[in-house]
Structures are given as structure tokens and as C-alpha cells.
């Protein structure tokens, strides 16, 4: 029986422990229906209080606190629930929790982390150099943060070494998933799965991006032509003019904008692009031809292309899929 420890912080996202804990004890009950005994063995760890008040009206009640001396076998951080600008100060709060994490990593323990679970790991360094994912929404200030970790936006899971990291919101849970089923059976995954409603074996996340711009950085000029972009996108605009708008040379303006934002101008366009088209089709629009001259393009072929290279749908499956509907 393997010893699971959840995390449980001041500002942890408490939907996430609850349902991370679930999800175990449903393998626990499948596994014994099945005759197989219990795998796992699964507690509540507080950092420095046992009782701590979620930001719900729910307590949880931890078995005992990190500064205690105990075996385990698997730590589990949950997501947390704080606002961006936040960050810096509840890492800080939870050094001793960082530092007990880089512990148990070197004394062979697994690492799981959960949606923005992943910034306790990457604080810790254990994850440079090393595949990594997280929410979508904070991808990009995790990649400014550590620049050495080869995070992968679209990954719903990543295993390296002794660790696991899950993607964003309750895809997370897909990283459970596969932790259980590759400590219990393909089975008893896929059981959860169906009884979660989760969707088994998703890979992909990004359906779920919402691209906003990568804005965390300071090249005045370089905000000034994303702006350019994101006012003129359904006009057939070139690298040539946006570079002459900030009065740059097209390889000095590539370069800039490349650095700053992490994709080159023509990506840049194309994901404001297809973030135009998923908001047309999510609020009624039905003609994908329609859509595709509207955010400028002028061929279908390649606006479909692009559109599933991003998303991973095609339009219409995208259209399909999110398509407002009328209540009768």
C-alpha cells in the first residue's frame, strides 16, 4: 500500500483536495470490490496548522503537519487559489513547504502537482530542464519565471523521472488518472473515468486556451505593435507593416517581438486570429465561411489548418462543441 500525502496550504484550492481525495478512495473501493487489496493509504498534510479554513466555508482537518517525522511514499500538491498578483507572497509563506518537497524528491519519493500546483515544484528547481505543464492561464508567467523549464502549454500530463504534472483546472484530474492507473490497472482508471465523467486519455489542453496576448514584459515597442495587431487582425497584414509601424527593420522587429513574447509576429496574428473566430462561433456564429473572411482570411483550407493546429478542433467540431444554445 503506498503511503499518498496531500498537501493541504493556507490559500490551496480546496475543490481540488477534495476531489484529488475522491478520486484515490474510488480506487481504493474499486480496487477491493475487485479483490485486490486497497492501494493506497491516503492523508491530509498541513504545512504548519492541521485545521486550516479553505477559502470555501469548508475546514479540512489534516492527520499532521510537514515539521512531523513520517513515511510516505507520494506528495500531491493541489492548485492554488490566488490571484496572480499574490504569488510572490503565498511562495514565500510556503518556503518550508518548498524545501520539504526538494526533501522528499531526493529521498526518491514521487512528486504530483496539480494545475498551479507546478509553481511549488518549479520554486523548488526540481522541474529545470525537465517537460512540465500547468493551467494554460498561467503558462505564460511561469515560463517568464523559470526560463529553464521546458514547459508544454498543451500537455494534460507530463512524467519525468519521479514526477507528474497536470494541466490546468479539473483536466488535472487526468494526471490522477494516470497515476492510478499506472499503480493500480487500466481498468480501474477507466472506471473512474466513466464514473467522473472524466474524459480518459484527453492529451491535449488546449481546446480550453483563451489567448490573451503575452503581455507580461517591458518593450514599449513591442505592446505597441501587438496592439497594432489586435486592432487591424482582419485586414491582410504584413510583418513588413507592423515593423514599419514601430519603425523597426523586419529582422530587428522579429527578433524583439519573438523575445518578448515567445511566438514570431505571423504566430502572433494567427492565434489572435483563431481567438476571434472561437468567440464568433461560441456566440451563435454558424458559417465558417462566413467566420473565416470576417477575422481575414480568404481561404478555408488554410484558416482550417490553423484553427485545429491551435485548438485542436476543426471549426466545425469547435462550432459544434461550443455553439450557444436556446433553452426551450
Known amino acids: 500500500m503506498k503511503h499518498i500525502s496531500i498537501i493541504v496550504y493556507q490559500g490551496v484550492l480546496s475543490t481540488a483536495v477534495s476531489n484529488t481525495a475522491s478520486l484515490l478512495m474510488s480506487a481504493n473501493e474499486s480496487a477491493v470490490r475487485k479483490g485486490i487489496p486497497a492501494p493506497f493509504n491516503i492523508e491530509l498534510v498541513g504545512v504548519r496548522d492541521k ?10 482537518s489534516c492527520s499532521r503537519i510537514i515539521s512531523e517525522e513520517f513515511e510516505t511514499d507520494v506528495v500531491i500538491i493541489p492548485p492554488m487559489s490566488t490571484e496572480p498578483e499574490h504569488i510572490d507572497s503565498l511562495l ?28 511549488f515544484l518549479a520554486e523548488s528547481g526540481l522541474l529545470d530542464h525537465m517537460p512540465a505543464t500547468s493551467h494554460w492561464g498561467a503558462m505564460e508567467d511561469l515560463q517568464k519565471r523559470y526560463p529553464f523549464i521546458d514547459f508544454k ?48 486519455g484527453r ?22 505593435a501587438q496592439s497594432y495587431i489586435e486592432q487591424t487582425f482582419t485586414t491582410d497584414i504584413t510583418v513588413e507593416q507592423i515593423a514599419g509601424e ?43 465561411a462566413d467566420v473565416t473572411y470576417s477575422i481575414g482570411y480568404n481561404d478555408l483550407k488554410t484558416f482550417r489548418t490553423v484553427f485545429k493546429r491551435i485548438t485542436g478542433l476543426t471549426p466545425v467540431d469547435y462550432r459544434n462543441k461550443y455553439k450557444s444554445q436556446e433553452v426551450e
Not at 504534472?165 to 493500480?184: D, V
Open 51 to 60: 485545521t486550516i479554513q479553505s477559502n470555501l466555508p469548508v475546514q479540512f
Open 153 to 200: 502549454p498543451d500537455h494534460v500530463v507530463t512524467h519525468s523521472k519521479a514526477i507528474i504534472t497536470g494541466g490546468g483546472g479539473f483536466s488535472s484530474l487526468n494526471a490522477m488518472l494516470y497515476f492510478i492507473e499506472h499503480n493500480c490497472s487500466k481498468e480501474i482508471s477507466v472506471e473512474l473515468s466513466k464514473f467522473y465523467a472524466l474524459d480518459y
Open 246 to 288: 514601430v519603425n523597426m527593420s523586419r529582422r530587428n522587429f522579429i527578433r524583439r517581438f519573438k523575445n518578448a513574447t515567445r511566438l514570431n509576429p505571423i504566430e502572433y496574428i494567427q492565434r489572435v486570429k483563431v481567438e476571434a473566430a472561437k468567440k464568433a462561433f461560441e456566440t451563435g456564429e454558424s458559417n465558417v
Open 203 to 224: 492529451t491535449s489542453q488546449s481546446i480550453f486556451t483563451v489567448f490573451s496576448g503575452q503581455r507580461l514584459h517591458d518593450d514599449h515597442e513591442i505592446h505597441k
Open 92 to 119: 514565500a509563506e510556503n518556503n518550508d513547504l518548498i524545501h520539504w518537497i526538494k526533501e522528499k524528491y531526493e529521498q526518491k519519493k514521487q512528486l504530483i502537482s496539480l494545475c498551479t500546483g507546478a509553481y
